[in-house]
């Protein structure tokens, strides 16, 4: 029994310290993420939050799985599965991710700004927020949330600022 863990010794302390790699290299990356983010404009911070919380997950995954893999584990199937995980997951959750990406691209290439008055379908009023999910308008005497994903879909009217 000692001498088997003694021979797996090596592979162990090799996957732990591909694992080391992977986790200073998600660090790296991500703290340079959240420098450009600085650079940017406030509107842009849940963009870069986003990017930083994906890119960090990604490599600790890639980084899991090849040190798994070092250390004599087979990693097909469990590719497999994350990958069929990932598959349906985004099948279930895809009218949160329309308006996550629809957010992250609204927010990149802002197309009107807070205090533009827009219309957007039979809705208008002035933007007051923009977020990831939502783009809120103060409409009369109303708040009105439209999802970000109908802001791709359908035609923007900017009034301009009030």
């Known amino acids: ?13 090799m996957s732990i310290l591909i694992f080391a790699l992977f986790w200073f290299l998600a660090k790296f990356c991500t703290s340079l993420i959240q420098r450009l983010a600085l650079k940017s ?19 600790l995954l890639v980084g899991a799985i ?9 990693v097909s199937a469990m590719v497999a599965s994350l990958g069929l995980s990932g598959l349906a997951i985004g099948l279930a959750s895809k009218d949160a991710f329309s308006n996550l990406m629809a957010g992250i691209m609204v927010l990149l290439y802002q197309p ?31 708040e009105i949330l439209i999802p970000n994903a109908s802001l791709l879909t359908n035609n923007i009217i900017i009034c301009g600022k009030i």
Do not use: C, W
Request: net charge positive; charged share 15%; glycine share 10%.
């Open 1 to 13: 029994m000692l001498t088997k863990v003694g021979s797996s010794l090596p592979a162990i302390l």
């Open 41 to 59: 404009t406030p509107q842009k911070q849940p963009v870069f939050l986003v990017f930083t919380i994906a890119t960090r997950i990604a490599i």
């Open 66 to 74: 090849t040190a798994l893999g070092s250390a004599g584990v087979n």
């Open 112 to 142: 009107f700004k807070i205090g533009d008055n827009i219309q957007v379908g039979e809705h208008n009023g002035t933007v007051t927020k923009m977020s990831l999910r939502y783009t809120h308008l103060q409409g009369d005497n109303k």
